[in-house]
């Protein structure tokens, strides 16, 4: 479109030069007659005059001679008569003649002096006029002019008529021309482009043979060089599929996205999966009559993403976006991602009630804090609680709607917000095999206990047929907790939950992320000073922090450490910035909008005590960038620093890994991050010492190059060994397996 554009102001420019052109050749031409016609009848209009004005001229009669110049002078386009002696002195003018003519002569002077008639235009005061002298004789010799003065104005307003005609005919040709141009695209140009970009889209995407490609003539040449590549394409991905199916028996082959599909192919066969979340993938939003999609900041959908893209299939969430009616279908469905789908998303849509006490209340302001460490008190209300249930129940009524037809279900239902489903799903249909995902940590036995409704989460979590923790010890946790709280069966050596002789499993299984298992040409090799000055660093040395504004991610905690380093270290002051990317999260919760304004106030606190005026020690960015550009940090950045007060993965931690290509950089990692136990080459801290914290970062700022490429060569291993291919292959065989 914008080379389009391009050519169409291209091409107006060069025929607004050409009508410019010949509209100044114009111009001139009918200046030159305009004024030619103007002194011929100046010319004639003084002869018939001058035989008149003569006869009292010679009689020296200045009376008559002032009556012959009063009488002609309300003439048409006359401004004024003048009688002149052989001396230039005047001897009758009319009254409106212009001063100058009277009092600078200067042109009748000339005239006497050679005795030809002679004209001259002038603007005098504002007014275009022409000024003829034509001098009359006695005896042979001079004795007198007569000067006539016309109005030559008419003779600008023609050439400024000229000027407007032919502007307001360019303009007319513009749209014209312009309209013809969008007409010749749309209907035309774009349809053949269209059809054409669906070929290539179909030659890239497709997993059938070879298919023609047609085109108008001028195209046939790229509709040829197409079908090679579609061909070529489609032998690559005969290959691939190949050489992943030979691999899924290799324990130490890597898992891709091919292997994965391949995978699902050998083990779950037709089978559908059906993925279950309160967040969607994709949210659609409308501002000003124009729709847009965001990717959500969460980590979930970062790991759950890849799978869907390789194994199709339906996930269904909450419709959240303010357009997301709009593009889905009647049903709530529509294909995703938008640009080349792979997948189904089904949305549920909720009500502001509904929002407010399951998402709001009972998720995030009672269940959330009670699993996550960071000293915030859980709040229980009867309402929320309510209101949970209720979409529950909302979710597993879609749910089942979709799996009516379906025989044996693979059902993946994620973390917190569906707590009660698997129970709801079980009951309703027995042959599904429900898989459940908790992304965030188990708490111990006895802070679970204050929750008033444990044991309905606990049931309704328990018609799962396996229950995914990060870690071992979440699963301990959760364990305990079920011996604590429910009248059942432990079996310590399989790790499983015996309840109204249904088994329920319980595992391990860190999540990751898609690591690239191709060698990779790093897109940054060093800072970039004009893209980082976009965030406003300008220092050699940054420090990278990257989270959702949330009260579990330690960020004022790690201000505190980056105080405590400049206070320690003061030589690395406008020498090492922090940036901190925090883009807002949950904001319907008072406790997060609270948070929200107690970092921007600490990073205000610590630029105001360190900053000068070119440099500022922490740079707050509130905003979601989506992972090109993260990516393009993380390369650029000589530390990340990630001081979660509990977190039960943080996948950022493995996305700053696999951005390093190049095998620097250091990883500050909270020991109360899930990731602490796969990350090994991480500096691990306590993110509440900011002691702690400021001594990891002045480590990670003078470790060796050699040293930061050990640590992240082993990072990078652990993250490839164990990527989200092989998480979702184990998560999902462990659910088939299950009988």
Not at 167 to 177: E, H, K, N, Y
Not at 244 to 260: F, G, H, I, Q, V
Not at 371 to 400: Q, S
Request: hydrophobic share 40%.
């Amino acid at each position: 479109m914008r080379q389009i554009l391009l050519i169409t102001l291209g091409t107006i420019l060069v025929v607004s030069l050409i009508v410019f052109g010949f509209t100044f050749n114009q111009v001139n031409e009918e200046r030159l007659d305009l004024s030619a016609d103007l002194q011929y009848r100046t010319r004639l209009l003084a002869d018939s005059l001058k035989e008149s004005v003569e006869p009292s001229y010679n009689q020296n009669s200045t009376s008559t001679l002032q009556r012959i110049v009063d009488k002609f002078s309300d003439r048409e386009r006359i401004v004024g008569l003048a009688v002149f002696n052989n001396r230039g002195v005047p001897l009758a003018s009319s009254v409106d003649i212009p001063a100058r003519v009277i009092e600078n002569p200067d042109f009748v002077f000339s005239a006497l002096d050679t005795g030809e008639a002679a004209g001259v235009f002038e603007n005098i005061e504002g007014d275009s006029l022409y000024l003829f002298v034509s001098p009359f004789s006695e005896n042979g010799s001079v004795a007198g002019a007569l000067v006539v003065v016309q109005n030559a104005a008419y003779i600008d307003e023609a050439l400024a008529d000229i000027w407007e005609r032919n502007a307001l005919r360019l303009f007319l040709q513009i749209v014209v021309f312009s309209g013809a141009i969008v007409l010749l695209v749309r209907l035309v140009l774009y349809n053949i482009l269209k059809r054409f970009a669906d070929s290539i889209k179909s030659a890239r995407r497709s997993k059938t043979s070879p298919t023609h490609f047609g085109g108008p003539f001028f195209l046939k040449p790229l509709a040829s060089e197409i079908a090679k590549m579609h061909t070529s394409l489609y032998e690559a991905r005969v290959a691939a599929s190949e050489e992943a199916r030979m691999r899924l028996e290799k324990l130490d082959s890597p898992w891709t996205e091919e292997r994965l599909r391949e995978f699902i192919k050998a083990h779950v066969k037709d089978r559908k999966i059906f993925v279950v979340s309160n967040r969607e993938p994709y949210i659609h939003h409308k501002e000003k009559n124009v729709i847009t999609y965001s990717v959500p900041a969460s980590g979930m959908v970062t790991a759950l993403e890849p799978i869907m893209k390789a194994c199709g299939g339906m996930w269904i969430a909450h419709g959240s976006g303010n357009a997301d009616r709009e593009t889905a279908d009647a049903e709530g469905k529509l294909a995703v991602p938008p640009d080349e789908p792979h997948y189904t998303l089904k949305r549920v849509f909720l009500t502001e009630r509904e929002v407010k006490g399951h998402y709001v209340g009972f998720s995030n302001e009672a269940l959330w804090p009670l699993c996550l460490m960071a000293h915030t008190r859980p709040i229980f209300r009867k309402e929320d609680w309510v209101e949970y249930r209720r979409v529950n129940g909302k979710f597993a009524e879609t749910l089942l709607s979709e799996i009516r037809d379906v025989q044996q279900p693979i059902i993946l239902i994620q973390d917190l917000h569906l707590s009660l489903l698997p129970k709801m799903i079980k009951e309703n249909r027995p042959d599904a095999q429900i898989g459940l995902f908790w992304h965030i940590p188990w708490p111990s036995a006895e802070s679970f206990s204050i929750c008033p409704q444990r044991k309905e989460i606990l049931l309704g979590m328990l018609g799962a047929d396996v229950i995914g923790f990060h870690t071992q010890q979440y699963c301990n946790n959760f364990l305990d907790t079920i011996g604590k709280e429910i009248e059942s069966k432990i079996d310590f050596e399989q790790f499983s939950v015996t309840r109204d002789e249904h088994q329920t499993f319980i595992k391990p299984f860190p999540i990751s992320i898609a690591f690239s298992t191709e060698k990779a040409i790093p897109t940054v090799t060093a800072p970039d000073s004009k893209e980082l000055e976009k965030f406003g660093v300008h220092t050699k040395l940054l420090g990278l922090g990257v989270d959702r504004l949330d009260y579990t991610k330690g960020i004022l905690e790690r201000f505190k450490g980056i105080e405590h380093f400049f206070l320690k270290y003061p030589s690395y002051r406008e020498q090492f910035t922090f940036l901190q990317i925090a883009p807002v999260s949950r904001l319907e919760v008072l406790k997060y909008r609270e948070y929200g304004e107690a970092v921007t106030a600490e990073a205000d606190r610590i630029n105001v005590a360190f900053g000068t005026r070119d440099w500022k020690p922490i740079i707050l960015h509130k905003k979601y960038y989506n992972h090109e550009m993260l990516n393009k940090l993380y390369q650029l950045a000589d530390l990340c620093l990630i001081t979660s007060v509990h977190d039960g993965m943080n996948l950022v931690a493995k996305e700053f890994v696999a951005a390093r290509f190049d095998e620097q950089g250091a990883l500050i990692l909270s020991n109360f991050a899930g990731a602490s136990k796969d990350l090994k080459g991480a500096l691990l801290v306590n993110p509440y010492s900011a002691e702690e914290t400021a001594e990891a970062i002045s480590a990670a700022l003078n470790m060796s190059k050699t040293e930061q490429r050990r640590r992240m060569k082993l990072m990078r291993e652990s993250v490839k060994n164990y990527n989200v291919y092989r998480w979702s292959a184990e998560f999902i065989k462990t659910v088939t397996n299950v009988e």
